[in-house]
Structures are given as structure tokens and as C-alpha cells.
């Protein structure tokens, strides 16, 4: 596939990595291209572009950057180059706040996750939550004692959804689908809970796993 990550971070990096590793074609969008001249040299074949030609050359779109600058990010890329396109929305909703004890604060409520707000903005987007609850050094080919964890998803359109779980099998993870966009009401704060131990502890290699 055809894939563009909206960001430049650390978790757009690695994800776009694992897309590279699995023979996807990449365009990496963002604002200013020199901060990922290091990555770019590494990964020759990725191409480095604006964020609207990025979105418009992907045939699925992954959403990398800090949850407060999601939807303007989304319509700095031009909401047409996203329409009726599969968009991973791998954001949190994390305020600046610094940590309460190893529990991060969010600036949206258990009535409306981020999710619903795009959903509703960017009608036309069919967005699926996933990638959103383990650090970037899991994100692709996790290894773990435990065997392959699970990545919870959500999202309105099935076939969107379906897309983002062949992603995920071929990535290493099991899906595990919880519904329409409400279920990001509980999938995002997962963020939250996958951080204490890091904040506590420092440990962050570890993921979850719905055992039945």
C-alpha cells in the first residue's frame, strides 16, 4: 500500500519504519522536512513531503502527532485529500500538565474522546484508533515473553477497520475490535495506564493482552 504518516516524531518515525520493513510505499507529511534529515538519510527509499501532498499520494494515512495539534494538522493537509481514505489515528488527548504521580492528564472528558471530536469535524475521514497504547519501540514486530500482545481498535466503518487489523496481524499484533468511535472513550485513556509503570519505574517495554 500506498501509505502517508502525518508527523515527524518519534512515533511517526517508527511507524513509518515498520511500514518501510514490510514493503509499503511511505511519504512521511510534515511541516519541516530538516527534522527528519537524519531519518531520511537512513531510509532512502521513504519520500519527505508536505503534509497535503503526503496525504493526497497515501492510500491510507496515519495520524503521528500531538493530540492537542490533531485536527489542525488534519486540516492544514486539506480535509479533501482525506476524504473516504482509512486515517489510523494513533493520537492521545495528554494536556501539558506535567504527571500527577505517574498519571497523565487529559483535556478531554469519559463523555467525548478525541476521536469522536475529529470524527465529527472530518466527517468524511473514516478513522480507525489504533497504535495509541504502547511506546514507539513496540509499535512494529513487538517481541515479548508473553507472545503477540493486543492492540485494541475502534472505529465507525468495518472495512476501515479490517484494513487497520491486516496492519496489525502483519505487524505482529493481535485486534481486538471494540466497536463504533465511542470505544475510544476507554481505548484512549489506555495511554494513561501504559505510562505509569514508565513514570514509576521506568519501564516501558511492555504491552497489554486480552487473555480469554
Known amino acids: ?31 519541516d522536512p530538516t527534522q527528519l534529515d537524519a531519518w531520511a538519510t537512513e531510509h532512502p527509499q521513504a519520500r519527505i513531503m508536505g503534509g497535503s501532498d503526503a496525504a493526497a499520494a497515501g492510500d491510507l ?3 503521528c502527532v500531538k493530540g492537542s495539534a490533531a485536527a ?6 486539506d480535509p479533501k485529500n482525506l ?12 494536556s501539558d500538565d506535567p504527571p500527577a504521580n505517574g498519571v497523565l492528564g487529559f483535556f478531554t ?6 476521536m469522536e471530536r475529529l470524527q465529527d469535524e472530518f466527517e468524511d475521514v473514516r478513522f480507525v484508533k489504533a497504535f495509541n497504547s504502547v511506546g514507539a519501540s513496540l509499535m512494529v514486530d513487538p517481541q515479548l ?11 465507525n466503518d468495518p472495512a476501515a477497520k479490517d484494513a487497520v487489523a491486516g496492519i ?17 472513550r476507554a481505548i484512549e ?11 514509576l519505574r521506568g519501564t516501558w517495554e511492555h504491552a497489554f493482552k486480552l487473555l480469554r
Open 1 to 31: 500500500m500506498k501509505i502517508a504518516v502525518l508527523g515527524s516524531g518519534e512515533v511517526a518515525q517508527s511507524l513509518a519504519d515498520g511500514f518501510l520493513r514490510h514493503g509499503h510505499d511511505v511519504a512521511l507529511g510534515t511541516r
Open 61 to 63: 494515512v496515519v495520524l
Open 72 to 77: 489542525a494538522a488534519l486540516r492544514a493537509v
Open 83 to 94: 476524504a473516504g481514505k482509512v486515517v489510523i489515528d494513533v493520537t492521545n488527548p495528554v
Open 109 to 114: 472528558s469519559l463523555e467525548q474522546s478525541l
Open 145 to 155: 515473553p508473553g507472545g503477540p500482545p493486543t492492540m485494541f481498535i475502534c472505529g
Open 168 to 184: 496489525l496481524d502483519e505487524f505482529g499484533w493481535e485486534a481486538e475490535d471494540l466497536g463504533g468511535v465511542e470505544a475510544a
Open 189 to 199: 485513556p489506555l495511554c494513561i495506564l501504559w505510562c505509569i509503570p514508565g513514570f
